[in-house]
T-cell receptor, first 115, second 113 residues
């Protein structure tokens, strides 16, 4: 069965600090997809990234970066030089390729960036 | 593309009333998902459809919940009778098979008083 664990329930940082959000997953499938979504106070789910299980290259997009390590079943998300607008709940999610299974979400990490 | 469209955005109803939530997926997407978000349980899958056929409804909490997809462009989630514990945000999402890109609607915030 699939499972996504986000051990950090809430994180609070001061603006301009770097912050890493942890995500650990469990799956029996060899082909799967990992996702990060952002949910700002307005409530919508904003897609950030999708990563194929065969692609372990780290990815950087502006101030965002993702570290995918199959050896530890982790897909961590780092925000560099955090800003107040980064305050949101961040969700990690998993979808197995076999059977087109739906997204399974972690419980989310609430990030508060204080000015 | 207008994205996944959900209506209403907000719904306040009295306990015991019937509530119907609506979703229009992205044209061409053959998968449709209904999720519920609560503080206690997070984002949980209720049911999903493939080509208008329900594939897995094991997440539907009880018989008071029902979902339909009469055609490729419309789905409903109905709660009858509603209870205060049904208060949550309900999200609809769609995707195309093999694409693995999920598009979520803006959600419906349901409050049952």
């Amino acid at each position: 069965a699939q499972k996504v664990t986000q051990a950090q329930t809430e994180i609070s940082v001061v603006e301009k600090e770097d912050v890493t959000l942890d995500c650990v997953y469990e799956t029996r499938d060899t082909t799967y997809y990992l996702f990060w979504y952002k949910q700002p106070p307005s409530g919508e789910l904003v897609f950030l990234i999708r990563r194929n299980s065969f692609d372990e290259q780290n990815e950087i997009s502006g101030r965002y970066s993702w570290n995918f390590q199959k050896s530890t079943s982790s897909f961590n998300f780092t925000i560099t030089a955090s800003q107040v607008v980064d305050s949101a709940v961040y969700f990690c999610a998993l979808s197995e390729a076999k059977g087109n299974t739906p997204l399974v979400f972690g419980k989310g990490t609430r990030l508060s960036v204080i000015a | 593309d207008a994205g996944v469209i959900q209506s209403p955005r907000h719904e306040v109803t009295e306990m015991g009333q019937e509530v119907t939530l609506r979703c229009k997926p992205i044209s061409g997407h053959d998968y449709l998902f209904w999720y519920r978000q609560t503080m206690m349980r997070g984002l949980e899958l209720l049911i999903y459809f493939n080509n208008n056929v329900p594939i897995d409804d094991s997440g539907m909490p009880e018989d008071r919940f029902s979902a339909k997809m009469p055609n490729a462009s419309f789905s409903t989630l109905k709660i009858q009778p509603s209870e205060p514990r049904d208060s949550a945000v309900y999200f609809c999402a769609s995707r195309s098979s093999g694409a693995y890109g999920y598009t979520f609607g803006s959600g419906t915030r349901l409050t049952v008083v």
